[in-house]
């Protein structure tokens, strides 16, 4: 599965992330805060501008790269279930 289509049920929120949103006016916290939920959860790039959108690109390499780590290991689990079992050595006649 590719990591921008992914779907996920939870994510990483770092306090580095509630930082940077912080220092945003009151008003630019919430979109910013969406903004990355919504990427984090599932890969929706939000239309920020301004600092909000500045913050968000400070941490979208984070979110990318946990996006993309979880496509893999699905990949590799949906591998694993079509694998046949595998037999060892010793066991084999």
């Known amino acids: 599965m590719e990591a921008d289509k992914l779907q996920r049920g939870q994510f990483t929120f770092y306090a580095s992330y509630l930082s940077a949103v912080e220092?945003?006016?009151?008003?630019?916290?919430?979109?910013?805060?969406?903004?990355?939920?919504?990427?984090?959860?599932?890969?929706?790039?939000?239309?920020?501008?301004?600092?909000?959108?500045?913050?968000?690109?400070?941490?979208?390499?984070?979110?990318?790269?946990?996006?993309?780590?979880?496509a893999y290991r699905l990949r590799k689990n949906a591998e694993a279930d079509e694998a046949p079992p595998a037999v060892h050595p010793a066991v084999q006649m």
Do not use: M
């Open 23 to 70: 220092e945003l006016p009151k008003c630019r916290r919430y979109e910013a805060l969406l903004g990355i939920l919504r990427y984090g959860l599932y890969g929706e790039e939000p239309g920020l501008q301004g600092a909000a959108a500045c913050v968000f690109r400070a941490v979208r390499p984070h979110l990318a790269a946990g996006r993309a780590k979880a």
